[in-house]
């Protein structure tokens, strides 16, 4: 199996902290994430490589606000600057120009936790070039594994907004870029639904979208990753959504990963995407489950058995003393019941 990097990611460093109910919430996507994956895999030998510098088009076709997201990082002139959106105006303003104000950022941000700094663009862009030279290699069938360390995530950007630590939708980007070549089926197997994901392929039956994650009700994104979202028009039947309650563990969360494993080998995609996130961790300070880092080997080993070109896109995880593990223990998995 290959890894993908891109080290611009490290000079994203938002911060922020904020309070809602009885909760405070704080930074968690932070550089040390990539670094302590990276270590592990170096300890075990995996092969790193540098993310391929791919054209803006691939990330454009799908992410309307792309262009201003580059703008604003370029005329940001110092690395301690960092904007919030402070006006929430919704989507039904009709915007008769391309705005390049930073203070615009409400029209095109979905949450709170998303800031935009300096190389915010940068680091965007370089999460999504790892997840497209991981597609490129799957395409060109010089391998049938890989893993995109991804870092800023992607999987709560969707086509219009991005949000939820997410600025491009690396796991989409890479699916849609995949999809002009077969059927793509996605796994997103963070602990929040890929509310992004599904968004971004909600009317389209080429590209079968399947998320497991804790029930929105009780935790972010909270509106959407109901049983109900289905899809819609060709799209219908094509996205499917499994809630878990919170704290579950991993023979709760099995029953799902079981039906979406099927469902997916029932669409006999050419390629698979997965939405790597390990913040269903028992002790992730994001999270609300309660799986441990074992059974991180047993959810690779199952999604292996389906014997697809697979790709790997990492999302969350945010507890530094579990996620390197977390990770190898996925791909350790994975690797295991390809090669038996
Ligand atoms: C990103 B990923 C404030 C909660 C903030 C945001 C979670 C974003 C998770 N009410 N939490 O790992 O899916
Ligand atoms: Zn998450």
């Excluded at 120009?97 to 663009?121: E, Q």
């Excluded at 697809?308 to 350790?332: K, R």
Aim: hydrophobic share 35%; glycine share 8%; with cysteine.
């Amino acid at each position: 199996m290959i890894a993908i990097e891109s080290k611009v990611h490290a000079k994203h460093k938002p911060d922020w902290s904020f309070r809602v109910g009885k909760s405070t919430f704080q930074t968690r996507d932070v550089p040390d994430r990539i670094a302590v994956i990276q270590k592990v895999f170096r300890k075990n030998s995996l092969k790193i490589i540098a993310a391929e510098n791919f054209p803006a088009a691939p990330i454009r076709s799908i992410h309307s606000y792309h262009d201003y997201l580059k703008g604003v990082c370029a005329n940001i002139k110092d690395a301690n600057i960092q904007y919030l959106p402070d006006i929430f105006p919704g989507r039904s303003l009709q915007l008769k120009h391309s705005p390049t104000s930073p203070y615009w950022m409400g029209y095109f941000c979905s949450s709170a936790v998303t800031p935009i700094l300096k190389h915010t663009y940068d680091a965007a862009k370089g999460s999504a070039d790892a997840a497209l030279t991981g597609a490129k290699l799957l395409a060109s069938g010089r391998t049938r594994e890989a893993y995109a360390l991804c870092r800023p995530p992607g999987h709560h950007a969707s086509p219009k907004m991005f949000g939820g630590y997410c600025y491009f939708n690396n796991a989409a980007v890479a699916a849609n870029w995949l999809s002009k070549r077969g059927k793509v089926a996605i796994l997103d197997i963070d602990y929040h639904h890929g509310d992004g994901t599904q968004a971004h392929f909600y009317d389209r039956s080429d590209v079968l979208t399947c998320s497991i994650h804790g029930e929105p009700a009780a935790d972010f994104p909270y509106i959407t990753g109901y049983k109900k979202e289905k899809g819609l028009g060709k799209g219908l039947g094509y996205n499917h959504n499994f809630p878990i309650p919170l704290q579950s563990n991993f023979t709760i969360y099995q029953k799902s990963l079981t039906r979406a494993l099927r469902l997916i080998r029932n669409f006999q995609p050419k390629f698979l995407v997965i939405a790597a996130g390990y913040d269903t961790f028992a002790e992730d300070p994001v999270g609300n489950c309660r799986l441990k880092i074992r059974d991180y080997v047993k959810i690779g080993h199952a999604i292996s058995a389906l014997q697809l070109p697979t790709l790997m896109c990492q999302e969350g995880g945010y507890n530094l003393s579990a996620l390197g593990e977390s990770v190898y223990s996925f791909v350790d998995g994975f690797l295991n019941a390809r090669n038996s």
